[in-house]
């Protein structure tokens, strides 16, 4: 998918490769928030962070935390189609 500034679908890809950049940096917040925008438009892609995205406690542990970041690392790459 090549990456189009006024696209939705860019920006929600976009949005996964934030989000794994915040999580993997240790800021929970703004990670969670470009996941959930990630989410919205990709809707059918969501069933991997729902844990997450419903219980974001789980990522105080850094393993974990680093875990989902690749999580969503790898969706951006998906959609991305690399």
């Keep these: 998918m090549a990456l189009d500034k006024k696209s939705l679908k860019s920006d929600a890809v976009a949005n996964y490769y934030r989000a794994a950049l915040y999580l ?29 995205l419903t219980k974001p406690e789980i990522l105080k ?10 999580k969503a690392l790898d969706q951006y790459q998906r959609q991305k189609g690399i």
Excluded: Y
């Design 24 to 52: 993997a940096q240790g800021n929970l917040e703004t990670g969670l928030l470009f996941l959930r925008k990630a989410c919205t438009v990709f809707s059918n892609k969501t069933e991997n962070f729902e844990e997450i």
């Design 61 to 70: 542990e850094e393993k974990v935390r680093l875990f989902w970041a690749e």
